[in-house]
């Protein structure tokens, strides 16, 4: 049946039908929806793990267990998970295995703009990059073949755009391969040196016959160009959408599936029917490298930016600006689209909870070392109350280290926050590190009873499971007690009063401490929005002290304040900043 499905849900369907029965993941954009839709099949057990590593070893179980697997993350996530990847490079699989990762090229979600290929090298792992829909359906069913016939772990790396772009996917039925029954094999997945030092000549004989299979491997293709074939493009993933989009058949093109290993051969044999080669690829020059290596002349990282997206205006340009002698390239390379689309920077929402106890720490001039999270935007104006953000959990760790460094007299004007979900994935353990090692930290965990940035997904603090249904809860305040944390409290970042005793009380105490700042999302679907207030204008005073929380509801028009009612959940914060009672219930 043909359906227009997104990338992130056409992959799920591929392994749907290719009998996954395992799939373990953490959320994170632009993977999320690969898992989630997953989670829609009753037949495939799926489930959130706290974080990358757990999820891709829980995968891991699952194929040792028999049953195809999956594990999917973005590419940060693969940092994470990155410990057990190499050493299952060694181990191999039984049943099939893979894993997703999803770049995000231009950072629109992300911390940084790693790009993921060169796990896959450093591994020694094969590697698929589907373009569109389609090939993220056909490539999931290809990457179980691979996995099983070569003993190996299947990387498929996508990126924000195949993620989040529909295409035509003809879909079919679902096919259960029968369970593997499970062997007992010490030599191949215990992986102590004398057997590790036996396995990874193993490693690197396989890599040579994947070598091999790239050459005549179905999903790199030539297509020779009918207009100025003089000029050849090696490309990958949604860079060949852009080159196909600009430049249609006048160029020839080498689009590239399995982009490790890669091809030498096959590489050879295009470049030689050229006159002119270009490697056309988002973020790092991997194939590039791989085609100089070779002894091949080509444009590459000289002509196109090392950061960021590309586009079709983008190449267009690029290579329109260094079309002589190259007649035929500057007609085709027009600009596809030449708008400039205004910015939009992401806020908190109207009602965010965060809000008010980012308000309280800016107001009393603390430093707060950050977290990943919607949290993180409290580094935007006007609060600007974050001084960091590196990686899941490393706010918790960061304090540690920063108040040892600066001394005892830090603890009193330096706190971390963290998000509810990030601290379960891997802040928990930078506050065992307080525990342990002592000082006399102050950790704001964020408890907004959700995983908020990625969508709404579920996490161990929840009390329910990926599908929605009742699960393990973590209780906060336990677990910290549990790990050596005397003093535990907890607040509502409504009541800034609240928080301001909070912060103020913990940071000057002279042991370690937790302050929980709970209180749900405000666009949970369980929470309620309390009608939306109004502006008195005759008490408004127009002296703008609502302005400095931030909220997307609260603006100033003609000089004094307004409230966007179709915004407004009635939190009620901004009448904690205004002197003259200007806010008002509606009908009040």
């Not at 191999?92 to 979600?109: E, F, K, N, T, Y």
């Not at 293709?221 to 060949?240: A, Q």
């Not at 525990?435 to 930290?441: C, E, L, P, V």
Request: charged share 20%.
């Amino acid at each position: 049946m043909k359906t227009l499905m997104l990338g992130n849900d056409a992959l799920a369907r591929g392994l749907y039908e290719s009998g996954v029965a395992v799939a373990s993941s953490y959320p994170g954009t632009p993977s999320t929806e690969i898992t989630e839709s997953l989670a829609k099949f009753n037949e495939v057990y799926s489930e959130w793990a706290p974080n990358e590593k757990v999820a891709l070893e829980a995968a891991f179980g699952a194929s040792l267990g028999g049953r195809r697997a999956f594990c999917g993350m973005k590419h940060v996530g693969l940092n994470v998970a990155a410990d057990p990847l190499f050493t299952i490079s060694y181990t191999g699989v039984r049943a099939g295995l893979v894993i997703a990762v999803a770049d995000d090229p231009g950072m629109h979600s992300s911390q940084n703009e790693q790009d993921s290929r060169h796990y896959a090298v450093a591994a020694k792992l094969p590697m698929l990059e589907p373009a569109d829909s389609d090939e993220c359906y056909e490539f999931a069913k290809y990457a179980y073949t691979l996995s099983e016939t070569y003993d190996t772990p299947v990387l498929l790396r996508i990126c924000t755009r195949v993620a989040h772009s529909q295409s035509i996917v003809d879909t079919h039925e679902r096919v259960l391969p029968e369970l593997i029954p499970y062997k007992k094999d010490i030599a191949k997945y215990v992986m102590m040196p004398g057997n590790a030092k036996r396995r990874h000549p193993y490693v690197e004989n396989r890599t040579d016959m994947l070598r091999q299979l790239a050459e005549t491997f179905p999903l790199n293709k030539i297509e020779r160009g009918t207009g100025n074939s003089s000029v050849g493009v090696i490309c990958s993933g949604t860079v060949y959408q852009y080159v196909k989009e600009v430049f249609g058949d006048t160029v020839s093109v080498l689009k590239l599936g399995l982009v490790n290993p890669l091809p030498e051969a096959l590489i050879r044999t295009f470049a030689d029917g050229v006159n002119e080669l270009f490697v056309i690829e988002e973020l790092d020059p991997v194939i590039e490298a791989h085609v100089k290596s070779l002894g091949i002349s080509c444009h590459g990282k000289d002509y196109f930016p090392l950061c960021g997206e590309l586009s079709q205006n983008l190449i267009s340009r690029t290579l329109a600006s260094h079309a002589e002698p190259r007649a035929g390239i500057a007609a085709v390379a027009a600009p596809v689209i030449d708008a400039e689309i205004p910015p939009r920077p992401p806020v908190m929402c109207a009602g965010c909870p965060h809000r008010g106890m980012f308000y309280s720490l800016m107001k009393n001039n603390i430093t707060v070392l950050g977290d990943i999270g919607c949290y993180t935007l409290g580094a935007a104006a006007p609060l600007a109350a974050i001084d960091t953000t590196i990686c899941m959990g490393a706010s918790v760790s960061g304090l540690h280290g920063f108040i040892h460094a600066q001394g005892n007299e830090a603890a009193e004007r330096a706190v971390c926050v963290i998000g509810d979900s990030t601290f379960m994935h891997s802040g928990v353990t930078g506050l065992i590190n307080i525990a342990y090692n002592g000082g006399a930290s102050t950790v704001i965990i964020l408890d907004n009873s959700i995983t908020g940035m990625t969508g709404h997904q579920q996490n161990p603090t929840t009390g329910l499971n990926i599908k929605g249904d009742p699960a393990g809860k973590i209780d906060l305040e336990a677990l910290c007690h549990a790990v050596g944390i005397s003093r535990v409290r907890v607040v509502d970042p409504y009541n800034i009063a609240e928080c301001d005793a909070a912060v103020t009380e913990e940071i000057a105490a002279p042991e370690p401490s937790v302050i929980i700042s709970r209180r749900p999302c405000a666009l949970l679907k369980t929470v309620k929005p309390k009608p939306p207030l109004a502006v008195n204008p005759d008490k408004c005073k127009k002296c703008g002290s609502c302005m400095k929380i931030g909220c997307p509801a609260v603006s100033m028009k003609n000089g004094a304040a307004e409230i966007d009612k179709t915004l407004c959940v009635g939190c009620a914060v901004c009448t904690q900043l205004c002197k003259f009672d200007a806010f008002e219930e509606v009908g009040a």
